[in-house]
């Protein structure tokens, strides 16, 4: 049966990521169409604390689909993780009425709807949007295809005046806990070699990568360094390659937050439509607690203690093996 879900309410919260928009004007649509009322929290659970709480109509959410961000903005709020904190928020969705939640953002974003549903009645849905594509529970992040774009983009340049230069960049890209996004792009970019928080790889192993590269004549060479590698960032890394190896002129590139702006891709565009609409859906068939992903190309739930607490997740083992072999 229908639960008697009358107001449902979105937020995003943690860091933003491309594709949140599309989001949001899908769950805003979809329980529109379903004859519920919908409300925007404005800076994620800061907004819930604070009564930053809005009515949205079908209007609200046009013309932002093609928008990096989030129109409802985001913050990172250490209230909420008090019951103090917690309580208040209830009382501010009670006083609007508001009987369901759908929360946008990563792991931090849903252990706080987890907790938040455990202490009080409140039906939530979370959609994994982070472009670091590291929960358990869906194959793509909202956010991370679009993220690998920008690296590609940024890198694709920075090849072409290592190539007139003959340099050695090494460039850094996010992922404190996860390679995802090095990985992928050390594949699209051709680099000689990346460098991953889930993977030891050793000064001498990549130095001797490099010397092979210049032995064979290659007028430049690109490193990829996850933010999260255990030997430092690129600036530390980039210091003793250069002091052991100095055949290129050595330059080093952080590209930071760069890699979480920007029009969101095509198909992190849809990606967010088809999350939200699900979202939506499940909640009104009675769903709460659960993480709606995408795995093959099919929606599917995932509970929200999984999604936190499974480690399944692994690169993909002939994505690595391709860094060496197509390299050379």
Same mark, same amino acid.
Do not use: W
């Given at each position: 049966?229908?639960?008697?879900?009358?107001?449902?309410?979105?937020? $995003? %919260?943690?860091?933003?990521?491309?594709?949140?928009?599309?989001?949001?004007?899908?769950?805003?649509?979809?329980?529109?169409?379903?004859?519920?009322?919908?409300?925007?929290?404005?800076?994620?659970?800061?907004?819930?604390?604070?009564?930053?709480?809005?009515?949205?109509?079908?209007? %609200?959410?046009?013309?932002?689909?093609?928008?990096?961000?989030?129109?409802?903005?985001?913050?990172?709020?250490?209230?909420?993780?008090?019951?103090?904190?917690?309580?208040?928020?209830?009382?501010?969705?009670?006083?609007?009425?508001?009987?369901?939640?759908?929360?946008?953002?990563?792991?931090?974003?849903?252990?706080?709807?987890?907790?938040?549903?455990?202490?009080?009645?409140?039906?939530?849905?979370?959609?994994?949007?982070?472009?670091?594509?590291?929960?358990?529970?869906?194959?793509?992040?909202?956010?991370?295809?679009?993220?690998?774009? $920008?690296?590609?983009?940024?890198?694709?340049?920075?090849?072409?005046?290592? =190539?007139?230069?003959?340099?050695?960049?090494?460039?850094?890209?996010?992922?404190? =806990?996860?390679?995802?996004?090095?990985?992928?792009?050390?594949?699209?970019?051709?680099?000689?070699?990346?460098?991953?928080?889930?993977?030891?790889?050793?000064?001498?192993?990549?130095?001797?990568?490099?010397?092979?590269?210049?032995?064979?004549?290659?007028?430049?060479?690109?490193?990829?360094?996850?933010?999260?590698?255990?030997?430092?960032?690129?600036?530390?890394?980039?210091?003793?390659?250069?002091?052991?190896?100095?055949?290129?002129?050595?330059?080093?590139?952080?590209?930071?937050?760069?890699?979480?702006?920007?029009?969101?891709? %095509?198909?992190?565009?849809?990606?967010?439509?088809?999350?939200?609409?699900?979202?939506?859906?499940?909640?009104?068939?009675?769903?709460?607690?659960?993480?709606?992903?995408?795995?093959?190309?099919?929606?599917?739930?995932?509970?929200?203690?999984?999604?936190?607490?499974?480690?399944?997740?692994?690169?993909?083992?002939?994505?690595?093996?391709?860094?060496?072999?197509?390299?050379?």
């Amino acid at each position: 049966m229908r639960p008697n879900i009358k107001n449902i309410a979105v937020l $995003t %919260s943690g860091g933003d990521a491309p594709g949140m928009n599309a989001c949001i004007r899908a769950v805003v649509r979809t329980g529109i169409y379903n004859g519920i009322n919908m409300f925007g929290v404005l800076q994620g659970y800061q907004g819930l604390i604070n009564n930053n709480i809005i009515p949205m109509d079908a209007r %609200s959410v046009s013309n932002i689909i093609h928008l990096g961000g989030t129109v409802l903005k985001t913050a990172r709020c250490l209230e909420f993780k008090t019951d103090e904190g917690m309580d208040q928020a209830y009382a501010n969705m009670k006083a609007h009425n508001i009987d369901a939640l759908v929360v946008i953002g990563g792991d931090g974003t849903f252990t706080g709807a987890r907790r938040f549903s455990e202490r009080h009645p409140v039906s939530v849905i979370g959609i994994p949007g982070t472009i670091d594509n590291d929960l358990y529970g869906s194959d793509f992040t909202l956010g991370y295809d679009t993220a690998i774009n $920008t690296v590609i983009e940024a890198i694709d340049k920075i090849r072409d005046t290592a =190539d007139s230069h003959d340099r050695l960049f090494f460039v850094e890209v996010m992922g404190r =806990d996860s390679g995802c996004i090095a990985l992928r792009s050390a594949i699209a970019c051709g680099a000689e070699a990346v460098l991953l928080p889930e993977k030891a790889t050793s000064l001498e192993e990549l130095i001797r990568t490099l010397e092979i590269g210049a032995a064979t004549k290659k007028s430049s060479s690109i490193v990829i360094v996850s933010e999260g590698h255990k030997q430092g960032g690129a600036y530390d890394i980039a210091k003793h390659v250069k002091e052991r190896f100095n055949h290129y002129d050595t330059k080093v590139t952080i590209l930071g937050h760069l890699q979480r702006g920007g029009s969101p891709s %095509s198909f992190d565009r849809i990606l967010g439509s088809r999350l939200g609409y699900a979202a939506v859906n499940e909640l009104l068939k009675g769903s709460s607690r659960q993480m709606v992903g995408l795995r093959g190309n099919d929606i599917q739930l995932t509970s929200l203690d999984e999604a936190l607490t499974a480690h399944s997740f692994k690169l993909e083992s002939d994505l690595l093996e391709m860094t060496k072999v197509l390299s050379i």
